[in-house]
């Protein structure tokens, strides 16, 4: 997908031009529910996070600093305890001449009601929302234009952990008797890099009030799985995905789940307006007329 021409803008020395972005924070961790995928925008193809329309184009200017910050992904609670009940981190495409294209970081998944200290941890709100734990049916919010809600833990029966939010779909709510544990939301397509890839995918459940020996699957777009039993930890979210981390069993105080995977940040610009200036290390490639910058860490590029 060519960006078109570069753009001149006469009576100054700035060379102006079109670039298309792809901005996703990292993953919330995961408690005995699923953590929340970080959110998602993007101005490439047709949709972005949250089934919202894709954004415009940013224009960069020749010579300008842009500041390019990838979110970490909160710690699960399988290391984390108390700690773990933040966000992921924001991730970010900032410069003096444009408005600060910002996505939020994954909200972190909620604990058993009435187990924990401190008490009462509900999943919690972000680009994609946290998903309740097990007898705990408060979830978090996702974010407009960036991702899903969490589902909501149930209150009754086997006291089931939800599943936490995508960027393409919601987190999926608990269940009143043992089964299998909720996969976690779908991540989104996004084919800025050349080749369709999934970003943003939510956490799964954890296992308490399930089947010992069952997990549930994390979201496609990195989204990390459930434990297996009372003794294993719920997976990471991938990194450079934004996923959720997997939930965990409540064998603890807060929950065994995985930690959210980092963030991704990419720049596509023409060829042709290309200057080559980036700090990072950035990963560099090209797709037809366009040239694609691949941040995986923070870093900067000049226009």
Excluded at 37 to 42: M, N, Q, S, V
Excluded at 257 to 283: D, E, K, Q
Aim: some cysteine; glycine content about 32%.
């Amino acid at each position: 997908m060519s960006l078109g021409r570069r753009i001149l803008s006469f009576g100054s020395p700035v060379a102006a031009y079109e670039a298309e972005f792809l901005v996703v924070a990292g993953g919330g961790g995961g408690q005995s529910g699923g953590g929340g995928a970080g959110g998602l925008r993007t101005s490439y193809g047709s949709t972005s996070g949250r089934g919202s329309s894709a954004e415009s184009t940013v224009t960069l200017n020749s010579g300008t600093v842009y500041t390019i910050a990838v979110g970490g992904g909160a710690t699960g609670g399988c290391t984390g305890g108390a700690a773990a009940y933040t966000q992921g981190g924001a991730s970010s495409i900032a410069g003096s001449d444009i408005t600060t294209i910002s996505s939020t970081g994954g909200g972190t998944g909620g604990t058993r009601s009435g187990y924990v200290f401190p008490s009462n941890r509900w999943g919690q709100d972000g680009g994609c929302g946290g998903a309740g734990g097990a007898n705990h049916n408060q979830y978090g919010s996702g974010t407009a234009n960036q991702g899903y809600d969490g589902g909501a833990g149930a209150t009754s029966g086997a006291y089931g952990a939800a599943s936490g939010g995508g960027t393409a779909s919601a987190g999926v709510n608990g269940t009143t008797t043992a089964g299998t544990p909720p996969s976690g939301g779908s991540g989104l397509a996004v084919s800025i890099t050349g080749s369709a890839v999934y970003y943003g995918g939510g956490g799964a459940a954890g296992g308490e009030g399930y089947a010992s020996g069952t997990y549930g699957t994390g979201g496609i777009g990195g989204g990390g799985n459930g434990n297996t039993g009372v003794s294993g930890c719920g997976s990471n979210g991938s990194a450079n995905t934004g996923g959720g981390g997997g939930g965990g069993w409540n064998n603890s105080n807060y929950g065994t789940g995985g930690g959210g995977g980092s963030g991704i940040v990419v720049l596509r610009v023409p060829t042709a307006s290309y200057s080559g200036n980036t700090t990072g290390f950035p990963t560099v490639t090209t797709d037809g007329s366009d040239t694609i910058i691949k941040f995986t860490g923070s870093g900067t590029y000049t226009g």
